[in-house]
């Protein structure tokens, strides 16, 4: 008789279909278990504000009789309302619930901040306010009760519904403030160049590393995207004539809606307890990858579906953070990620259009869009797969689909102002265009074993997914407006069917723009595509603006582009007349007005 090891004997014990089926039916609470155990850390030891509100109020989601107003606090209370009406006679009660994912870590600008990763409690609070009447603006404040038994209150703001159709509106087309030296000081010089705006449509990289609690709220630099947005920031800028100017960024969106679109800096990477989160920000894994290296242990046999997907999403990457803090349109298959929305005049498309930016060299060792470290190539599980894209947009996919069917649909085909927002330039001198918007294809090399040595990305010029798929779509919808972020610079192009491309992101700071007497993008040597180290890739030239272009000091010649970390540039959309006007604003000189130096318009 043949005796088994007790080692032999376990295994035939865990490989047993009775014991399969148990674990089989217990591996969602396992996984539940470990989930919970990943994310569900223990919270900062105390609140960086316990006694105020977080945020002013903001706008979200008008519809034709109703706003939602949103805020944020660091203690739960025990209720939030929104009193509203002439006297305030009115309000209503807000739901709260708390952000997820939020955290700081050593790299926070925030008071005596943690030594590792740790979540940090913030709650939100929200209160839908029906039963308004179009174009009229109604007095609200906000008031949230503390535990204590105090009651916290906001200033008085004002709300209306969604604007009429025919109503002008003053639109301010903004992007990428991330925390940047000039953004407090640009929606400063709005509010004090325009006044009240209607509306704010912001094209990604709100912020830079999204789960950063204190870059949304409360950073002590002063700069944090609430703050600026809000009034409440405190930057300041040495100025030209001496000393420095505190820039408090600008009263906003208290009064007007946001509408924003997802940027790469809204896009978290793979989870991780250690890691910083400027670490955790830098390091996403596509997709496919993540199932195939990391699958959920069970496989098919796990049950939930949510569970693989947080699995699968802490092995990849999220807009968790993003897609908690806003209220957006859930028309689309994305959800908050991409979107239509309809607002006066205007039909409005926000897609999710970014990918990772990744170091341009093709030095080793570093992580980079064009080749992975020599040290890590031949495992393709540690890869960084280049600048691999978030969303796929291609023919067939769910946004594509999704996207062709909004152009055709009679809220866009009828509206006044046909617009499309995203976060990745279409058309630009600015340096993120290079390599194209396409899959990275990886060139793999062998030694005579068969064995990887080396592994570069490749970017065919042709198969850049905006410039091919949608643009067609956009020619064929009579989309007016193209408007997008991502390079920090001012410039606007107009193709051949007539849609003008507007990119307005010299908001914060720049990163230059790649034209002619400057120096040339960075291109990689001896690679087999084509890299544009000069002008737009795709063969628009750039417009030169229309009213007040700057002069190049040393050619003496016009400029068709703003790209400075001195003057700082905004955008409206006016559309009563259907002109889009661009301002600029010496930041080091505090106290001079902001000058309007390109106009065009819309309309035939």
């Known amino acids: 008789m043949i005796q088994r090891s007790p080692s032999s004997q376990m295994q035939k014990f865990w490989r047993s279909p009775a014991m399969q089926a148990v674990l089989v039916c217990l591996f969602p609470f396992l996984l539940a278990l470990f989930l919970a155990l990943l994310i569900d850390r223990p919270p900062m030891p105390s609140a960086i504000n316990p006694e105020q509100l977080l945020t002013d109020p903001f706008l979200q989601l008008p519809t034709q009789d109703s706003v939602r107003v949103v805020w944020f606090t660091e203690f739960a209370g025990t209720e939030h309302q929104v009193w509203y009406g002439d006297r305030l006679q009115h309000h209503q009660k807000a739901t709260s619930r708390p952000l997820t994912r939020l955290r700081e870590d050593a790299k926070s600008p925030i008071a005596n901040p943690p030594a590792t990763p740790t979540f940090r409690t913030v709650w939100r609070h929200e209160a839908l306010i029906p039963g308004l009447t179009p174009d009229q603006r109604v007095p609200y404040q906000v008031r949230s009760l503390r535990e204590t038994g105090e009651w916290i209150q906001s200033d008085r703001f004002s709300l209306s519904p969604a604007p009429s159709p025919g109503r002008g509106l003053k639109i301010l087309l903004t992007s990428d403030h991330q925390l940047m030296p000039m953004t407090a000081a640009n929606l400063e010089k709005v509010v004090e160049?325009?006044?009240?705006?209607?509306?704010?449509?912001?094209?990604?990289?709100?912020?830079?590393?999204?789960?950063?609690?204190?870059?949304?709220?409360?950073?002590a630099k002063g700069n944090a995207f609430f703050p600026c947005l809000q009034g409440r920031a405190g930057f300041a800028i040495a100025q030209a004539a001496g000393g420095e100017k505190v820039y408090r960024g600008g009263q906003i969106i208290q009064n007007a809606p946001l509408f924003p679109a997802l940027g790469n800096h809204e896009v978290m990477g793979r989870f991780s307890q250690t890691l910083t989160l400027s670490d955790q920000f830098s390091d996403p894994y596509p997709r496919p990858q993540a199932a195939e290296f990391f699958p959920v242990p069970g496989g098919d046999r796990t049950l939930d579906p949510g569970l693989q997907a947080a699995w699968l999403k802490a092995h990849s990457f999220n807009s968790d953070t993003y897609e908690e803090i806003f209220t957006l349109p859930q028309n689309s298959p994305g959800g908050k990620r991409y979107y239509a929305?309809?607002?006066?005049?205007?039909?409005?498309?926000?897609?999710?259009?970014?990918?990772?930016?990744?170091?341009?060299?093709?030095?080793?060792?570093?992580?980079?869009?064009?080749?992975?470290?020599?040290?890590?190539?031949a495992d393709p599980s540690q890869w960084s797969y280049g600048q691999h894209i978030f969303e796929p947009i291609t023919p067939g996919t769910a946004q594509y689909e999704w996207l062709k069917a909004e152009l055709a649909s009679p809220e866009f085909q009828q509206a006044k102002y046909k617009i499309v927002m995203f976060h990745h330039p279409a058309h630009t001198l600015g340096g993120n265009i290079v390599p194209a918007y396409t899959d990275p294809q990886a060139v793999i090399e062998r030694d005579g074993t068969g064995a990887i040595t080396a592994v570069r990305y490749e970017y065919p010029l042709d198969q850049d997914y905006i410039h091919k798929y949608l643009e067609p779509l956009w020619e064929q919808a009579g989309v007016q407006l193209v408007y997008y972020g991502h390079s920090h610079l001012w410039n606007r192009f107009r193709n051949t069917a007539g849609v003008n491309f507007l990119e307005s992101s010299n908001v914060g700071n720049t990163y230059g723009a790649y034209w002619n007497g400057t120096e040339p993008r960075f291109v990689p040597p001896g690679y087999q595509e084509t890299y544009v180290p000069l002008g737009d890739p795709y063969g628009l030239e750039p417009i030169m603006p229309t009213l007040a272009p700057l002069v190049d000091e040393q050619s003496n010649q016009p400029l068709p582009y703003i790209a400075s970390n001195s003057l700082t540039v905004f955008s409206i959309l006016d559309t009563a007349t259907g002109n889009v006007t661009s301002y600029r604003f010496d930041t080091t000189m505090g106290e001079s007005e902001a000058i309007a130096f390109d106009q065009f318009s819309l309309l035939p």
Do not use: H, K, M
């Open 193 to 219: 160049t325009l006044g009240a705006v209607d509306g704010v449509f912001l094209a990604g990289d709100l912020v830079n590393i999204p789960d950063r609690g204190s870059e949304w709220f409360d950073s």
């Open 341 to 377: 929305v309809s607002f006066g005049d205007i039909r409005l498309i926000s897609l999710y259009v970014t990918n990772i930016w990744r170091v341009p060299t093709v030095e080793d060792g570093r992580v980079s869009r064009y080749r992975e470290p020599q040290a890590t190539a």
